[in-house]
């Protein structure tokens, strides 16, 4: 079960054009908006806060978070790299960076919080909808794997943003699972959030468990 969850999480943050050259930061946002720099969250007890993302999650008692040299070996980098300031440069440098991984080591269950440099992984003007395009021919070249997507999103608050919410079903080796992704774009940052459900908890259960 756990190599086919790494498989299913893998796929969602596979890499599927060439990067572009253009700035981290632009001064606007899609909403127009002037925005925050992108920062880390924190984790104090069972609760990881995103002041970027305006949000929370607070993990039930059998969910463990990932350390930071944990989500640190995920990506190949040094713990160090992905600490204050050198979060914003690592993201510049290495496309994807996640912010917080947890984990419910009964059901395997997962979240992971992160974001992507679009001018490094797709060109900077890709709207969400393509976004989602991309990842759904991506997983549907993987062998071995048989996912079903909605033909149509709608627009889901967590904490205080508003992410796109695309809710799927992945079939991988028999075992299907349920994945969903909230997304939101960001000047050339797709902040995203991903969860994995095998089993033992709802997408509302999973949603009310942020703030």
Known sequence: MKKILALALAVVTMLLLASCDFPLFNTQSDDGKQPSEISRGTIKGDVYTSEYLGLSFTKPE??????DEEIAAALNLGADMILGENFKNALENNGTIYDMMVVDIVTRSNINVGFENLSKTFASNITVEQYIQAVKTQMESVAG????????????????????????TATVQGVAMKQVYYLKKVDNIMCFITVTIPRGYTVEQIEAMFK
């Open 62 to 67: 059998e969910w463990v978070y990932s350390t």
């Open 145 to 168: 794997m048989t996912v079903t997507f909605p033909e149509s999103f709608e627009t889901v608050k967590l904490g205080k943003t508003e992410f796109t919410k695309v809710e799927c």
